[in-house]
Protein backbone atom coordinates (compact mmCIF):
# COMPACT_ATOMS: atom_id res chain seq x y z
CA UNK A 1 0.00 0.00 0.00
CA UNK A 2 1.36 3.38 -0.95
CA UNK A 3 2.01 6.13 1.95
CA UNK A 4 -0.82 8.21 0.61
CA UNK A 5 -2.99 5.22 0.60
CA UNK A 6 -2.34 4.59 3.78
CA UNK A 7 -3.29 7.90 5.27
CA UNK A 8 -7.04 7.52 3.45
CA UNK A 9 -7.30 4.23 4.04
CA UNK A 10 -10.81 3.51 6.40
CA UNK A 11 -8.34 2.17 9.63
CA UNK A 12 -6.09 5.21 8.91
CA UNK A 13 -8.77 8.13 8.17
CA UNK A 14 -12.06 9.17 8.90
CA UNK A 15 -11.51 10.63 5.62
CA UNK A 16 -12.80 7.66 3.37
CA UNK A 17 -16.10 6.78 0.95
CA UNK A 18 -17.92 3.05 1.06
CA UNK A 19 -15.72 0.29 -0.95
CA UNK A 20 -18.41 -0.07 -3.44
CA UNK A 21 -21.59 2.34 -3.99
CA UNK A 22 -24.79 1.08 -4.62
CA UNK A 23 -26.32 1.88 -7.94
CA UNK A 24 -27.45 5.49 -7.99
CA UNK A 25 -31.50 5.43 -6.63
CA UNK A 26 -33.82 7.21 -8.89
CA UNK A 27 -32.78 11.31 -7.38
CA UNK A 28 -29.96 10.42 -5.69
CA UNK A 29 -25.93 10.85 -6.77
CA UNK A 30 -23.65 8.54 -8.47
CA UNK A 31 -20.07 7.83 -6.78
CA UNK A 32 -18.28 10.54 -9.62
CA UNK A 33 -20.87 13.30 -7.90
CA UNK A 34 -19.97 12.50 -4.26
CA UNK A 35 -16.59 12.25 -5.17
CA UNK A 36 -16.21 15.33 -6.83
CA UNK A 37 -18.29 17.07 -3.72
CA UNK A 38 -15.86 15.75 -1.46
CA UNK A 39 -13.37 16.96 -3.37
CA UNK A 40 -14.41 20.64 -3.29
CA UNK A 41 -13.80 20.29 -0.04
CA UNK A 42 -10.62 19.64 0.26
CA UNK A 43 -10.08 22.01 -2.85
CA UNK A 44 -10.48 25.34 -0.48
CA UNK A 45 -9.39 28.19 -3.37
CA UNK A 46 -11.58 26.23 -5.98
CA UNK A 47 -8.88 26.39 -8.06
CA UNK A 48 -9.49 22.69 -8.71
CA UNK A 49 -6.05 21.04 -7.62
CA UNK A 50 -5.41 20.12 -3.77
CA UNK A 51 -2.34 21.49 -2.46
CA UNK A 52 -0.27 20.36 0.83
CA UNK A 53 -1.72 22.68 3.11
CA UNK A 54 -5.34 22.14 2.11
CA UNK A 55 -4.86 18.70 2.55
CA UNK A 56 -3.50 18.90 5.91
CA UNK A 57 -6.02 21.61 6.56
CA UNK A 58 -8.78 19.20 5.71
CA UNK A 59 -7.43 16.63 7.99
CA UNK A 60 -7.16 18.90 10.78
CA UNK A 61 -10.74 20.27 10.01
CA UNK A 62 -12.11 16.42 11.41
CA UNK A 63 -9.51 16.51 14.49
CA UNK A 64 -6.71 14.38 12.39
CA UNK A 65 -3.48 15.94 12.74
CA UNK A 66 -1.31 15.41 9.29
CA UNK A 67 2.67 16.33 9.50
CA UNK A 68 3.59 18.52 6.91
CA UNK A 69 6.27 15.59 5.44
CA UNK A 70 3.03 12.62 4.77
CA UNK A 71 1.07 15.02 2.94
CA UNK A 72 3.84 16.05 0.73
CA UNK A 73 4.68 12.57 0.69
CA UNK A 74 0.96 11.50 -0.09
CA UNK A 75 1.00 14.39 -2.60
CA UNK A 76 4.00 13.17 -4.16
CA UNK A 77 3.11 9.69 -4.35
CA UNK A 78 -0.36 10.48 -6.12
CA UNK A 79 0.73 13.65 -8.50
CA UNK A 80 0.35 12.49 -11.73
CA UNK A 81 1.58 15.52 -13.49
CA UNK A 82 4.61 16.40 -11.35
CA UNK A 83 3.06 19.83 -10.04
CA UNK A 84 2.79 19.15 -6.45
CA UNK A 85 -1.20 19.21 -6.22
CA UNK A 86 -3.21 16.46 -6.71
CA UNK A 87 -5.93 16.89 -9.68
CA UNK A 88 -9.49 15.71 -9.85
CA UNK A 89 -7.86 12.71 -11.69
CA UNK A 90 -5.56 12.16 -8.56
CA UNK A 91 -7.98 12.09 -6.23
CA UNK A 92 -10.09 9.45 -7.84
CA UNK A 93 -7.38 7.28 -7.66
CA UNK A 94 -6.79 7.94 -4.59
CA UNK A 95 -9.98 7.24 -3.08
CA UNK A 96 -10.46 4.05 -5.30
CA UNK A 97 -7.64 2.80 -4.40
CA UNK A 98 -7.65 3.43 -0.66
CA UNK A 99 -11.19 2.89 0.35
CA UNK A 100 -11.27 -0.83 -1.17
CA UNK A 101 -8.43 -2.92 -0.20
CA UNK A 102 -8.41 -2.23 3.46
CA UNK A 103 -12.34 -2.26 3.96
CA UNK A 104 -12.17 -5.71 2.82
CA UNK A 105 -9.08 -6.48 5.25
CA UNK A 106 -11.96 -6.61 7.87
CA UNK A 107 -11.72 -2.66 8.77
CA UNK A 108 -15.08 -1.47 7.38
CA UNK A 109 -17.81 -2.03 10.61
CA UNK A 110 -15.06 -0.05 12.13
CA UNK A 111 -14.80 2.76 10.10
CA UNK A 112 -17.98 2.73 10.35
CA UNK A 113 -18.33 2.87 13.76
CA UNK A 114 -15.94 5.75 13.62
CA UNK A 115 -17.82 7.43 11.36
CA UNK A 116 -21.00 6.97 13.05
CA UNK A 117 -19.36 8.35 16.13
CA UNK A 118 -18.29 11.48 14.22
CA UNK A 119 -21.51 12.55 13.70
CA UNK A 120 -23.73 11.67 17.45
CA UNK A 121 -24.48 14.81 18.64
CA UNK A 122 -24.67 13.32 22.28
CA UNK A 123 -21.51 11.03 22.34
CA UNK A 124 -22.39 7.84 23.52
CA UNK A 125 -26.00 8.07 22.67
CA UNK A 126 -25.96 5.51 19.65
CA UNK A 127 -28.46 7.86 17.95
CA UNK A 128 -27.52 10.30 14.68
CA UNK A 129 -29.49 13.06 14.63
CA UNK A 130 -30.36 15.97 12.21
CA UNK A 131 -28.33 18.29 14.01
CA UNK A 132 -25.57 16.02 14.29
CA UNK A 133 -25.69 15.92 11.07
CA UNK A 134 -26.04 19.69 10.75
CA UNK A 135 -22.55 19.89 12.86
CA UNK A 136 -20.40 17.56 10.84
CA UNK A 137 -21.10 18.50 7.86
CA UNK A 138 -20.45 22.62 9.18
CA UNK A 139 -17.19 21.47 10.16
CA UNK A 140 -16.41 19.92 6.71
CA UNK A 141 -17.30 23.13 5.12
CA UNK A 142 -20.75 22.43 4.24
CA UNK A 143 -23.23 24.41 5.36
CA UNK A 144 -26.40 22.48 4.93
CA UNK A 145 -30.01 24.19 7.24
CA UNK A 146 -31.63 21.68 9.44
CA UNK A 147 -34.70 20.89 6.89
CA UNK A 148 -31.81 19.86 4.88
CA UNK A 149 -30.54 17.59 7.58
CA UNK A 150 -33.70 16.17 8.46
CA UNK A 151 -34.83 15.65 5.53
CA UNK A 152 -31.37 13.58 4.91
CA UNK A 153 -32.00 11.75 8.06
CA UNK A 154 -35.66 10.93 6.93
CA UNK A 155 -34.23 9.38 4.41
CA UNK A 156 -32.84 6.55 5.74
CA UNK A 157 -34.50 6.74 9.10
CA UNK A 158 -36.36 2.91 8.79
CA UNK A 159 -38.12 3.05 12.40
CA UNK A 160 -39.16 7.07 11.82
CA UNK A 161 -38.28 8.19 15.24
CA UNK A 162 -36.25 11.15 13.73
CA UNK A 163 -32.83 10.10 14.26
CA UNK A 164 -30.46 7.41 12.66
CA UNK A 165 -29.12 4.53 15.19
CA UNK A 166 -25.88 2.63 13.81
CA UNK A 167 -28.58 -0.37 11.75
CA UNK A 168 -29.69 2.50 9.83
CA UNK A 169 -26.35 4.62 9.44
CA UNK A 170 -24.89 1.10 8.30
CA UNK A 171 -27.58 0.85 5.63
CA UNK A 172 -27.16 4.29 4.43
CA UNK A 173 -23.06 3.91 4.36
CA UNK A 174 -24.10 0.63 2.42
Known amino acids: MSKAARWFSPRRSK ?40 LRASFAAIGEEMPVAAAEAAIADLDSDGDRLLDFEDFVRLMERGGGKAAEEG ?20 RITPRGVQR ?15 AMVRAYDLDGDGELDFHEFHRMMN
Open 15 to 54: LSLPAEAPPPAPGRRDRMEVLWEVFRHFDQDRDGRISCGE
Open 136 to 150: MLSRLGDERSMEECE
Open 107 to 126: GEEEELRQAFEMFEAVKGSG
